[in-house]
């Protein structure tokens, strides 16, 4: 089963730019779709976006279209989320999620900060 830790994550200023990680252990990581998600404050996690197992296909919430872009690297375990424009909306915790068949698996997390 993957483990998975989040990195990236800080204070960004409103317009800015900040990547996160996801690094992913453990074997099989190629067989897993993987998504970013995020949780503000006093609201329920919400899907952000998706890249499936090859890395051939994205697909992202209305909410962060054509401002994140969601990536990974097989051979390095890796997965990664740009994130352009930042706005105050986007300050969230923000979770790395593995799926394969019935299996999920989160990381625990980074918190992305943007100020106005």
């Known amino acids: 089963q993957v483990q998975l830790v989040e990195s990236g994550g800080g204070l960004v200023q409103l317009g800015g730019s900040l990547r996160l990680s996801c690094a992913a252990s453990g074997s099989m990581f190629s067989t897993y779709t993987m998504s970013w998600y995020r949780q503000a404050p006093g609201k329920q996690r919400e899907w952000v976006a998706t890249v499936t197992s090859a890395g051939d296909t994205t697909n992202y919430a209305d909410s962060v279209k054509g401002r994140f872009t969601i990536f990974r690297d097989n051979a390095k375990n890796m997965m990664y989320l740009q994130m352009n424009s930042l706005k105050p909306e986007d300050t969230a915790v923000y979770y790395c999620?593995?799926?394969?068949?019935?299996?999920?698996?989160w990381g625990q997390g980074t918190l992305v900060t943007v100020s106005s």
């Open positions: 999620n593995a799926r394969w068949r019935i299996l999920e698996v």
